[in-house]
């Protein structure tokens, strides 16, 4: 993922506006890419996995709203490459009012990540115990599909996980912001309006990942898939690629694949990290083809029901990233395997 961080900055601003964008503006991408990778890196070797993408945007942000301190691009470009005139700059420059206004609107609008940077890092960081707590995991013992030898398999509820930690978050947010009653009610109606499919999908996709793996299908799937040879390695990214497209999240696509792939690993003898990583990785870059990420994203735009519009725009670029991802994990596979072992 660190790799493919360098890449956004500079596909968003060819998309925004078009080659003479990055003709001018590469200082830019240079800059949001590597601030990106230096907040999201350190996050995820130390900290773990629950809040890279948003100190690497944290980092981002603040070094963007820097750089023009120290560089401007000659020509300020808006959409489709159109130069935008002084009154056009100067509007925009000035949508937040006053600048003791702006701060105020700034402080404001970044307060709920800056609390949950907080109360998640000290909720989840290697010095907290709270995720550990195990009050009740159940368990049943069978004799596996794969290797035929008894094995114990259980269900860990863990009520102080990071999800905990969110709503947390929330409590503390809500608490200082003090939205009325009528502003709560409206929010949680139009959320609930524009949310409800997808509010589904979690315990949908979540109960058929446990009867896929806990059946034995996962391990019958990853038998056969075994038999494609090291060709394999092109296919786990397109799985994990497909898998995000039907279900729209990183995380119940690994729940439904993750123990698929690494059992085709283990069949194969491949790198145990590889064939998860690249699942994980994949469903990322299709992230932009979701249809729940696109629900999500045109909520509260003109494109809401048209959804459809939103994927087929960003289906080319998502197939450009799979292929750039294919390429490192045959990278790993090929040579650099014992990076990917644990």
Not at 42 to 53: I, R, S
Request: glycine share 12%.
């Amino acid at each position: 993922m660190t790799i493919l961080a360098l890449f956004p900055p500079w596909v968003l601003i060819y998309l925004v506006s078009g080659k003479r964008g990055l003709r001018d503006g590469w200082p830019l991408a240079v800059i949001a890419s590597l601030a990106y990778i230096a907040g999201q890196l350190p996050t995820a070797v130390f900290l773990g996995p629950y809040l890279p993408d948003i100190f690497g945007a944290l980092l981002c942000f603040a070094a963007l709203l820097l750089l023009p301190r120290v560089w401007r691009p000659k020509t300020v470009l808006g959409f489709g490459g159109r130069e935008l005139d002084q009154a056009e700059i100067g509007g925009i420059a000035g949508a937040g009012g006053t600048p003791a206004a702006g701060t105020r609107q700034a402080v404001r609008g970044l307060l709920p990540f800056l609390v949950m940077v907080a109360v998640v890092t000290a909720w989840t960081g290697p010095w907290s115990s709270l995720p550990k707590y195990i009050p009740y995991e159940p368990a049943v013992e069978a004799v596996g599909s794969l290797t035929h030898k008894a094995v114990k398999v259980s269900w860990s509820f863990a009520p102080w996980v990071a999800g905990t930690a969110i709503l947390v978050c929330w409590i503390l947010v809500v608490a200082f912001l003090r939205p009325g009653r009528t502003q709560l009610r409206d929010t949680f109606r139009t959320i609930g309006r524009q949310m409800w499919g997808a509010f589904l999908v979690g315990p949908i996709v979540f109960g058929l990942a446990d009867v896929f793996n806990y059946s034995g299908m996962a391990n019958s799937l990853a038998n056969g898939f075994a038999k494609a040879g090291t060709g394999f390695v092109v296919l786990s990214a397109l799985i994990g690629w497909i898998g995000i497209a039907l279900s729209g999240s990183n995380t119940s696509t690994n729940a439904v694949f993750g123990g698929f792939q690494l059992s085709v690993a283990r069949i194969l003898g491949a790198p145990l990290l590889l064939f998860p990583s690249l699942n994980s990785v994949g469903a990322e870059v299709g992230k932009a083809i979701a249809s729940q990420t696109a629900s999500v994203g045109v909520s509260t735009s003109k494109y809401v029901r048209q959804e459809g519009t939103v994927i087929r725009y960003n289906l080319p670029g998502s197939l450009a990233y799979l292929v750039i991802v294919v390429a490192i994990g045959c990278l790993y596979y090929f040579w650099f395997p014992g990076a990917m072992r644990p």
